[in-house]
Structure formats: C-alpha cells, structure tokens
C-alpha cells in the first residue's frame, strides 16, 4: 500500500489539483517543480513539501511504499525521473492517476482544444451551488473556490479531458462536452487528421452521452453513447441572447428563461451551454442551474478582468492558440468595442509557433496594436528559424512591436492604454500583478 505520493513537476496545474486530493486524503505528499510559483506556495502553505532542485536526495527512499507521478512536460533525461525508473519505483503519468481515481464513479468530462477549462469549472460550479455536489480536477484556479480542486463525499467527478500526449484517453466518462478539435499539439499527433481521431476515440470510451458543439464530426460511427449537440439553434442545447444581455438556454425539455452569467463575454455564454448541458442531463434542475450561472465568478486567466475603469480596462488570458485568440479579442472587442485594444501575446512553444503562424498573425491582426514577446519554450529545444519574427511578419493590425520579455515593463510604463490585454501560455503569468499595479 502506497503511504506517500511523489510528483514531478507538482506545480502544473493538472499535477497540482492530484497532489491536493492524496494530500486531503491524508497520504504524505511531496513533490519538484522548476521553479516557485503562487500555486507552489499554495501547496507549501497545505503542507506539501515541493523543492526546486533536481536532486535525488528529496525523492522518497521507500521505493515500495511510494507511487511517482510525472508530467510528460518533464525532460525525459531529467535526474529525478531517471532515478525512480531506475530503482523499482512505480512510475505513472498525471493522466494514469486522473484515470485510476476516476474509475468507478460517474465521471462528468469536458475535452476540446480550447474552452475545457471555463467549461469544465462551469460544470464543477453548477454541482456545488446547486447542492449536488462533485469532487472536480480543474485544469485553472476556480476564483468561486480559489483552487484547482474541489472534493465532495458523493461519487461525481468533474474532469478537464486533455487531449495533450492523449491524456483523455485514459478516461471512460458517463457523460462528455466536446467543445472543439481544431488542430493543436502538432509535435505529438503529427497532423489534424490524428488529432480529430483522437477525439472520435475519446468519444467511444464515453457510456452515456456526449454532448459535442454543434458541426462537430462525431457521428454514431464513433460511439455507441448518445450524441447530443450544443451552441446553435438546431442543437439540442443553445442560447438565446436577451435585449437586455441576459440570456435563455433551450434545451430538450424546455426553456431555462432570463440566466445571467457572473462574467462577461459571448464566448462564456456558449461555455455556460455546454456547462448546463452536463447538469441537465444528469438530472440537476433548471432553477437550480439558473442561480448558479449567476454567482459564478470565472476562471484565474480567463478573460480575467484585472482593471476595469472608464479610462482604461485590462484583461488576462490563457489563449495560445489561434483560435483561442480569435474568439478571446472578438468577444473582448464586442464587449468594448470603442477603446484601443492593445494586446500583449508570448508564444507557447517553437513547434506551436512554427505550426500555425499564419493563424496566430490573422487572430493577432485584429489588436489594433500588438506587443509580441519572444517565444516561451516550456520543454522544447530552439528550432532554427522559429523566432516571433515569422508571427509578426505577417500580423497587419495598425501598430506593432516586437520586444523582449525583459523590455515589457519599461516600455508600458512609457504607454497610454485604453484596452489592454495579455495573452499566452508561458510565464506571460508573471506580468499580471505587477502590470495592474502600474495600471491602477
């Protein structure tokens, strides 16, 4: 029987939420990550023991009372990882322990390439406010309940279903969103082609139903679950936006009339569908679902409203696909549609840059000025050629500029903002507090 569990790589999001619930759990959890970050010090401040240094020394010396989990993030030649499979520990990845601890209970799942995160929180927030309940592993920091995870007595289990490194496919969900399956992590599927596969795999693996975004290619070929659709009027569940901004969700079996969303933006009233959709189907009420859209707070990096005056507003934003970028400044732009919109973007990864480009430069293009950062490499070598320049070569918005990380602040701090908002995936992260603080 295993007493302790240790990560590598526990900062991550997705490792952070598991280190939480065996910490809860009362297993001694300990674990590496980099480098300190605010989701660090939140573990330490838990008591979960993380260190910064690859060193052996911290790893736990009872190979048979301890189980390893490692992000596939991880370095393969990084010397803690190389140790413990090398010394008769039981070594698993993140997504392994997700499918071992949702085994068995009635696990509600959200996967697409982007909106999981806003959704799958969504749907967590839909089962805790409505007294439902639900254990939940989150892959952003819920502001309703300032974690990644949230625990409860009863058998639910709400899941972010990544599709990176085809962690999803280690989970068989009672009921699955799919929100998107656009092309992304072209380095581990090689082209679109295997990436839609991967989700149509995902898709068989469900026993109840799967609700996919309307004009998605998941057919009864594909699964033997139900298949329903959400996010147009001939789906089986869409929103229909009121005069006044408030909105009615039409589902199968009537109307849930006037919700209101506690976050602004188009994009998350069709996140909200998607969230009511698992809620409706397992059976929680409509009344109930409408109260709890209206207190939900949002997502730490979610179209997350950092300043908001007359003068001048600023957003942050996990967005690192085109995509993900396009439908973030389109919904930002509606919202306020007579400021300058300045938009900060870091890239994520030299394979995802040198992949789409071209995407990237159109979603960009619709900032009235861009400020682009050098590429943030998280666990990849330089490519040759791959620099922000092939980005922003192509991006024809009215003012661009291409800086270094270390030149943002200076340089902002010489700006007049109207609109302002950060984009990215890296350590883009890094800027939020200290770029509020100047702007307020």
Same mark, same amino acid.
């Given at each position: 029987?295993?007493?302790?569990?240790?990560?590598?790589?526990?900062?991550?999001?997705?490792?952070?939420?598991?280190?939480?619930?065996?910490?809860?759990?009362?297993?001694?959890?300990?674990?590496?990550?980099?480098?300190?970050?605010?989701?660090?010090?939140?573990?330490?401040?838990?008591?979960?023991?993380?260190?910064?240094?690859?060193?052996?020394?911290?790893?736990?010396?009872?190979?048979?009372?301890? +189980?390893?989990?490692?992000?596939?993030?991880?370095?393969?030649?990084?010397? /803690?990882?190389?140790?413990?499979?090398?010394?008769?520990?039981?070594?698993?990845?993140?997504?392994?322990?997700?499918?071992?601890?949702?085994?068995?209970?009635?696990?509600? @799942?959200?996967?697409?390439?982007?909106?999981?995160?806003?959704?799958?929180?969504?749907?967590?927030? *839909?089962?805790?406010?409505?007294?439902?309940? &639900?254990?939940?592993?989150?892959?952003?920091?819920?502001?309703?309940?300032?974690?990644?995870?949230?625990?409860?007595?009863?058998?639910?289990?709400?899941?972010?279903?990544?599709?990176?490194?085809?962690?999803?496919?280690?989970?068989?969900?009672?009921?699955?969103?799919?929100?998107?399956?656009?092309?992304?992590?072209?380095?581990?599927?090689?082209?679109?082609?295997? =990436?839609?596969?991967?989700?149509?795999?995902?898709?068989?693996?469900?026993?109840?139903?799967? #609700? %996919?975004?309307?004009? !998605?290619?998941?057919?009864?070929?594909?699964?033997?679950?139900?298949?329903?659709?959400?996010?147009?009027?001939?789906?089986?569940?869409? %929103?229909?936006?009121?005069?006044?901004?408030?909105?009615? =969700?039409?589902?199968?079996?009537? $109307?849930?009339?006037?919700?209101?969303?506690?976050?602004?933006?188009? $994009?998350?009233?069709?996140? @909200?569908?998607g969230a009511a959709a698992i809620a409706l189907t397992y059976g929680i009420?409509? /009344?109930?679902?409408?109260?709890?859209?209206?207190?939900?707070?949002?997502?730490?990096?979610?179209?997350?409203?950092? $300043?908001?005056?007359?003068? &001048?507003?600023?957003?942050?934003?996990?967005?690192?696909?085109?995509?993900?970028?396009?439908?973030? *400044?389109?919904?930002?732009?509606?919202?306020?549609?007579?400021?300058?919109?300045?938009?900060?973007?870091?890239?994520?990864?030299?394979?995802?840059?040198?992949?789409?480009?071209?995407?990237?430069? @159109?979603?960009?293009?619709?900032?009235?000025?861009? #400020?682009? +950062?050098?590429?943030?490499?998280?666990?990849? /070598?330089?490519?040759?050629?791959?620099?922000?320049? #092939?980005?922003?070569?192509?991006?024809? &918005?009215? /003012?661009?500029?291409?800086?270094?990380?270390?030149? +943002?602040?200076?340089? +902002?701090?010489?700006?007049?903002?109207? !609109?302002?908002?950060? $984009?990215?995936?890296?350590?883009?992260?890094?800027?939020?507090?200290?770029?509020?603080?100047?702007?307020?």
């Amino acid at each position: 029987m295993y007493r302790h569990i240790y990560f590598i790589g526990i900062g991550g999001i997705g490792m952070s939420a598991i280190a939480r619930y065996y910490n809860a759990k009362g297993f001694k959890v300990s674990g590496y990550d980099k480098t300190p970050s605010p989701l660090t010090e939140a573990l330490e401040a838990e008591g979960i023991g993380v260190h910064y240094e690859d060193n052996t020394e911290f790893v736990p010396k009872d190979a048979g009372s301890t +189980l390893v989990v490692y992000t596939p993030a991880i370095p393969k030649d990084m010397g /803690e990882l190389v140790y413990v499979q090398e010394n008769g520990y039981r070594v698993i990845k993140r997504s392994q322990m997700l499918g071992e601890i949702t085994r068995g209970q009635r696990c509600m @799942a959200v996967a697409g390439t982007h909106g999981k995160t806003t959704t799958s929180t969504m749907t967590s927030h *839909l089962f805790a406010a409505s007294g439902e309940g &639900c254990s939940a592993f989150l892959g952003g920091i819920s502001k309703n309940y300032d974690s990644n995870l949230l625990t409860a007595p009863n058998d639910v289990v709400v899941v972010e279903a990544d599709e990176f490194d085809r962690s999803f496919l280690q989970l068989h969900p009672e009921v699955a969103v799919i929100t998107s399956m656009d092309a992304d992590h072209l380095d581990i599927y090689g082209d679109e082609a295997h =990436i839609r596969q991967a989700f149509k795999d995902f898709a068989s693996q469900v026993s109840g139903t799967v #609700i %996919a975004r309307y004009g !998605l290619d998941i057919t009864p070929a594909d699964t033997q679950a139900r298949i329903m659709t959400y996010g147009d009027p001939e789906a089986d569940f869409y %929103a229909e936006i009121l005069p006044d901004g408030h909105f009615n =969700i039409h589902h199968p079996g009537g $109307v849930i009339e006037d919700c209101c969303l506690g976050i602004p933006g188009w $994009v998350n009233i069709e996140n @909200a569908t998607g969230a009511a959709a698992i809620a409706l189907t397992y059976g929680i009420a409509p /009344e109930k679902i409408r109260e709890a859209l209206a207190t939900f707070s949002g997502v730490k990096r979610r179209f997350d409203i950092q $300043v908001k005056r007359p003068d &001048c507003v600023y957003i942050d934003d996990y967005a690192h696909h085109p995509e993900e970028i396009s439908a973030a *400044l389109s919904s930002i732009r509606k919202s306020y549609p007579q400021m300058k919109m300045t938009v900060i973007f870091q890239p994520h990864l030299y394979t995802r840059t040198r992949d789409f480009a071209d995407g990237f430069a @159109a979603a960009l293009s619709k900032a009235d000025k861009l #400020i682009l +950062l050098d590429i943030y490499p998280a666990r990849e /070598e330089p490519i040759p050629g791959v620099t922000s320049e #092939i980005i922003f070569k192509d991006v024809t &918005c009215p /003012e661009k500029v291409l800086l270094k990380r270390s030149e +943002l602040m200076d340089y +902002l701090a010489d700006e007049k903002v109207e !609109l302002l908002v950060t $984009v990215g995936a890296g350590d883009i992260d890094r800027f939020v507090g200290p770029i509020a603080q100047m702007l307020k």
